[in-house]
């Protein structure tokens, strides 16, 4: 099966620009995740979306973060205006959920930003 | 905060040796899951136990769970260079949705 895709692999802005990205979950995974990754550290969870709902945003800076998954399928994530500090791979994942059970999460490639 | 704390931060072994890397956590647990980071293939799903497993084998993999003691280790036998990489271990909360917390990672070297 295909697995998460997610585009642009790469983007370089500079900072008060703004950037989106883009994924498209694993077909049927209803449930998706996008994750921000700073070097050298663990994934931390942006927010998570049940189909086309949000399921947990509490760790979004909504002040300059957004995301939508407008039909239940794919995705985008956005930020506006960048800082320095949003350096980052921003990662997107998505699950099969049965029963009330989750299951393991599948990750796209990964988004590395750069703002300068 | 983080819910898991993986130790060694860093472990270099020879090729053929066995690998431990241990997590600990903070709060109960639905389950646990491990992944591996590598630049190769990104981040992928390694093997996951539930709350009310002890241990759980996969191929080379050997996972264990003391609820007790709110930890976990990953053992890999007979490590080949191509183990190489970031294992992180990952929790999931009983309360809430499935939203998994994980740790700053171990990076594991092995050397030919």
């Known amino acids: 099966e295909a697995g998460v895709a997610q585009s642009p692999r790469y983007k370089i802005i500079e900072k008060r620009q703004s950037v989106a990205f883009w994924c498209n979950p694993i077909?049927?995974?209803?449930?998706l995740y996008w994750y921000q990754q700073i070097l050298g550290q663990g994934p931390k969870l942006l927010i998570q979306f049940q189909n086309n709902g949000v399921v947990d945003d509490s760790q979004l800076p909504k002040d300059r973060f957004s995301a939508e998954r407008l039909k239940g399928v794919d995705s985008t994530l956005k930020i506006q205006p960048a800082k320095l500090e949003d350096s980052a791979v921003y990662l997107c994942?998505?699950?099969?959920?049965?029963?009330?059970?989750?299951?393991?999460?599948?990750f796209g490639p990964g988004t590395r930003l750069t703002v300068l | 905060s983080q819910q898991g704390e993986e130790d060694p931060q860093a472990l270099s072994i020879q090729e053929g040796e066995n690998a431990t890397m241990n997590c600990s956590y903070k709060?109960?647990?639905?389950?646990l899951q491990w992944y591996r980071q590598n630049s190769g293939r990104g981040l992928v799903h390694l093997i996951l136990?539930?709350?009310?497993?002890r241990e759980k084998h996969s191929g080379r993999l050997r996972v264990t769970l003391d609820t007790s003691k709110k930890s976990s280790s990953l053992l890999i036998t007979a490590s080949r260079a191509a183990d190489t990489a970031s294992y992180f271990c990952?929790?999931?909360?009983?309360?809430?949705?499935?939203?998994?917390?994980f740790g700053q990672g171990t990076r594991l070297t092995i050397n030919p």
């Open positions: 990952a929790t999931s909360l009983i309360q809430g949705a499935q939203k998994l917390v």
């Open positions: 709060t109960s647990i639905n389950n």
């Open positions: 077909s049927g995974h209803a449930t």
């Open positions: 994942a998505s699950s099969y959920t049965s029963g009330g059970f989750y299951n393991e999460q599948f």
């Open positions: 136990i539930r709350s009310n497993e």
